[in-house]
């Protein structure tokens, strides 16, 4: 039977330690998720932008690190920055900083090709029109490229969002306490593992629905301007 | 005789291998309206791009307003103020309203003051006849809506040359008439213009000179009543039976 008396004992450590990552931890799928999300999306603006520059030295190097990191699985990133970082700083760096790392490195390639694939979606006649009329390229990128672009780029970001905040959980084979490793940790202990990891999979499904929900209001929302 | 307005001197410009245009000599004088035509990819519209910079040239110089286009130091930004262009797919910015369309370049490349700005912009509306869809969008207003607008957004910068790149080709029958009402206002108005069109009716009214292009080459150059009763190069005499003869 069905005994979620194991979720209510250990409600506080699933949810504030392993989801919110409040506690004396320094875990937390949400403290992850977050940081990783913005911090990957911002490179990722960089990135796309290198990619469509005319000069060679900084786009070649961008179409490297889009086509190396999109080739590679995220696991080996993560193990990557796990083992080889703190040789090279020569520094102890917590799983925090190693997790957070890897997912920036790694998503900002992904949101880098869609940053790139939003400007290509606009036509050139719209930077024509721009330049004819005076405008810098500077000026047409800001006020009439990026925001047609980033229309065309939300259901893609959005998409992006969602299998990232999922890619946290594997932030747990390096011991990351996130949501899934606190549900793990529950369960050496209590033997529960059909509620427990019932339970992580609604709180996970909760937070996607909701942002694929969010962005589907936000879609209409733009299509109606 | 007054400076010209736009001078070609021995103008060349490929696009990679293709010889577009040939040693192109040309000149168009303050208030003069010279409609361009010919068959398609004989480099007309390649020819009017060339005036604002929107494309370069390998050899030979142009000369705009008295400054060189095609200098090194060229002051494109300068020199698109004073250029306005309207193309055959509007271009309109999809994202903005028609008043923020034509306030666009005025605010952010000129920084006049908005509330000036937008007196302008509504006048500018009311000029090409449609001062009621100053809050529509593109997408709702009709191709030939959009083209007057494109026209209002070009004059909003006050440039002293404007260039047409076919207008009116990418609009049904029943709109173009209200876009070439305009651009003849406009030329009574004393304004100096390039027209890419394959509008002869309009070439005969308003054009003060035809130029015939075939091949990247000015075929004939010609004042209209003499180019459409007597062309004198076959090629042109081909492509007026061709346009002419429906």
């Known amino acids: ?12 450590f699933l949810v504030v330690q392993g989801l919110l990552g409040l506690g004396g931890f320094a875990g937390g799928t949400l403290r992850l998720a977050l940081p990783a999300i913005g911090l990957g999306f911002l490179l990722g603006i960089f990135i796309g932008l290198a990619r469509l520059t ?10 490297l690190y889009v086509e190396f990191f999109r080739g590679v699985p995220l696991v080996m990133v993560i193990f990557w920055m796990w083992f080889i970082m703190p040789q090279l700083l020569r520094l102890p760096i917590p799983e925090y900083g190693v997790a957070l790392t890897a997912f920036v490195i ?12 939003g400007i290509q979606s606009v036509p050139r006649g719209q930077v024509e029109a721009a330049t004819g009329l005076g405008l810098s390229g500077a000026q047409a990128m800001a006020y009439v490229v990026l925001p047609q672009a980033l229309r065309n780029m939300v259901p893609s970001i959005v998409t992006q969002m969602i299998v990232l905040f999922k890619d946290t959980s594997l932030a747990s084979i390096i011991g990351y306490v996130d949501l899934t490793k606190a549900a793990q940790i529950v369960n050496n202990r209590e033997i ?29 929302r733009v299509a109606q301007a | 005789m007054a400076e010209p307005a736009i001078a070609f001197r021995l103008v060349n410009k490929f696009f990679g291998r293709l010889h577009v245009l040939k040693d192109i000599d040309l000149t168009v004088a303050p208030g003069e309206v010279v409609v361009v035509c010919g068959p398609s990819g004989s480099g007309k519209s390649t ?15 142009i000369v705009v307003l ?18 306005g262009m309207v193309f055959q797919s509007f271009n309109l910015f999809p994202h903005m309203t028609a008043l923020q369309n034509i306030m666009l370049a005025p605010l952010k490349v000129r920084r006049l003051a908005r509330a000036e700005v937008e007196k302008t912009a509504r006048a500018l509306l009311e000029r090409v006849g449609i001062p009621d869809k100053a809050d529509n969008y593109p997408a709702n207003l009709s191709g030939g809506q959009q083209q007057r607008v494109a026209i209002a957004r070009a004059l909003a910068m006050h440039p002293k040359i404007m260039l047409f790149d076919e207008p009116t080709s990418a609009l049904d029958p029943e709109m173009i008439n209200e876009v070439l009402e305009v651009m003849t206002d406009l030329a009574r108005d004393g304004m100096t213009m390039m027209v890419v069109t394959h509008e002869m009716g309009f070439a005969r009214r308003v054009a003060r ?11 004939e150059e010609a004042a209209p009543e003499a180019f ?12 007026l039976s061709k346009i002419l003869s429906h």
């Open chain 2, 209 to 219: 000179r035809i130029v015939f292009m075939d091949g990247g080459v000015v075929v």
């Open chain 1, 1 to 12: 039977m069905l005994d979620l008396s194991v979720i209510v004992n250990n409600f506080t």
């Open chain 2, 66 to 83: 008295g400054e060189s286009v095609t200098s090194a130091g060229a002051n494109l930004t300068r020199l698109r103020t004073q250029v």
């Open chain 1, 192 to 220: 529960r593992p059909f509620e427990l990891y019932l339970f992580i999979a609604v709180v996970y499904w909760i937070f996607t629905y909701s942002m694929s929900r969010a962005a589907r209001r936000l879609e209409q």
């Open chain 1, 106 to 117: 790694f998503e900002a390639a992904y949101f880098g090709e869609i940053v790139r694939a």
């Open chain 2, 47 to 61: 020819l009017i791009r060339c005036v604002n910079a929107l494309e370069r040239v390998q050899s030979g110089e």
């Open chain 2, 228 to 239: 459409f009763a007597s062309p004198t190069s076959d090629r042109a005499r081909q492509f």
């Open chain 1, 54 to 63: 005319r000069m060679a030295w900084i786009r070649v190097p961008a179409t």
